[in-house]
């Protein structure tokens, strides 16, 4: 995303509920490592460019008053945002914590919320307002596209936001003015959970019955459908010409982008196991998958042969964090984990006072944990005794 100045985002937060009660004199520039989307971008890898070395200390926690989809929190430029299941947005300060403000709204926000040019797209789970759609330099409500309730985080290119919803219309709608330029309707049988993914101008959604399709960001159309034996319900990742799809029975698919075709295919002996949304390793060239089985696996992209694999106590719902030298998790047992990014190796870890279901952010060498205890986290690496000043 290229940089451009954002003219008090915070006071947008407040516009949107139809109270200011805050204003930032100072404009705020969005950088390409921030996080303004599911994953840190559109196709999802869970990388950001950012030392979060451990031992990590809490920094501070804040109590956000309600539960957090899976998508997680949008950090910009040093500023938390957060959509909450009561319907709230929370604005926090990255270093300090402080409580920037907070705009309430009638519906729960489910899926992730998504900035790009100067708009901020909001996912309710309410047919009244599925989508909404905010300037935020001077908070007009732009436009409203009413629907099925939305689940997933919205992808949203310069000109065509794309919306999957839970009875499996995908539509195309423009981005400024908010008309509905396409749809295409799935199946009518299933509902789409997981979120749309971005490759080369096109886009590639997967239905809860496991059928995949790549359909045209601009027009909709499409060029192809992958019917899959297993359903799927955690969002996709794509790198190159590989698409890699987490289902919910032990097996984990490569597709090619350009055919569809299935390339090779990741099997469990338990198929019990419901796989999370994948990770991509650019770095290493490998992509690292979690389950409810507690592992966390590191596969070959070109092959799918496995390569290191680590046992972690409880499920993993959410996917793996790459920074630059570590990787990060969370399970629904509480507990925050620090590996290796290259060997897989276990090198920290941290009970947290509840679930972790919503995805690990980093951003200025700093750690954004939620749990299910409504509580917000961060963190920062310890400081070691040479580095603390007498």
């Known amino acids: 995303m290229t940089k451009i100045f954002l003219h008090s985002i915070l006071s947008l937060v407040f516009l949107l509920s139809g109270c200011v009660n805050l204003k930032l004199d100072e404009r705020l520039m969005v950088d390409e490592g921030d996080w303004y989307t599911e994953g840190g971008n559109d196709t999802h890898h869970h990388h950001v460019s950012t030392t979060v070395d451990p031992p990590l200390v809490e920094k501070w926690r804040y109590d956000v008053g309600a539960g957090v989809g899976l998508a997680g ?38 899926g992730g919320m998504t900035y ?113 034996p297993e359903p799927v319900y955690s969002t996709p990742s794509v790198n190159g ?4 799809i987490p289902t919910t029975r032990g097996r984990f698919y490569s597709l090619s982008s350009r055919t569809g075709e299935i390339k090779w295919v990741y ?22 998958l979690a389950g409810s089985d507690g592992h ?8 799918g042969d496995e390569g290191w694999v680590t046992k972690l106590d409880g499920a993993i719902i959410t996917a793996p964090l790459f920074t630059n030298n570590t990787i990060y998790v969370g399970s629904l047992r509480g507990m925050l984990y620090a590996l290796d990014r290259t060997t897989g190796e276990k090198l920290w870890e941290h009970k947290v006072t509840g679930r972790i279901k919503s995805a690990i952010v980093a951003h200025d060498e700093k750690l954004v944990v939620m749990a299910e205890t409504q509580q917000l986290f961060v963190f920062e690496t310890e400081a070691r005794e040479e580095d603390v000043s007498p």
């Open 296 to 303: 966390l696996r590191a596969l070959d992209p070109a092959s």
């Open 241 to 244: 010409d590989n698409i890699f």
């Open 73 to 110: 929190a949008l950090v910009i430029d040093g500023v938390i945002l957060v959509g909450t299941r009561k319907g709230h947005i929370l604005a926090l300060d990255l270093q300090t914590g402080k409580k920037l403000g907070r705009a309430r709204f009638e519906a729960p926000i489910e």
């Open 267 to 288: 099997t469990l002996p338990d198929s019990t196991v419901r796989f999370a949304a994948p990770g991509y390793d650019t770095e290493n060239n490998q992509v690292v």
């Open 116 to 228: 790009n040019n100067s708009l901020l797209y909001l996912p309710f789970i309410d047919k009244k307002r599925t989508i909404v759609a905010y300037n935020i330099y001077d908070g007009d409500h732009v436009w409203r596209v009413k629907g099925a309730p939305v689940e997933s985080t919205i992808l949203a290119g310069d000109s065509v936001v794309v919306v999957v919803d839970s009875d499996a219309l995908v539509r195309g709608i423009d981005a400024r003015s908010g008309e509905v330029l396409w749809e295409q309707q799935m199946d009518e049988k299933t509902g789409i959970v997981a979120s749309p993914v971005s490759v080369d101008g096109d886009l590639i959604v997967a239905t809860e019955e496991g059928v995949v399709h790549k359909l045209e960001a601009a027009t909709g159309a499409k060029h192809w459908s992958q019917a899959l």
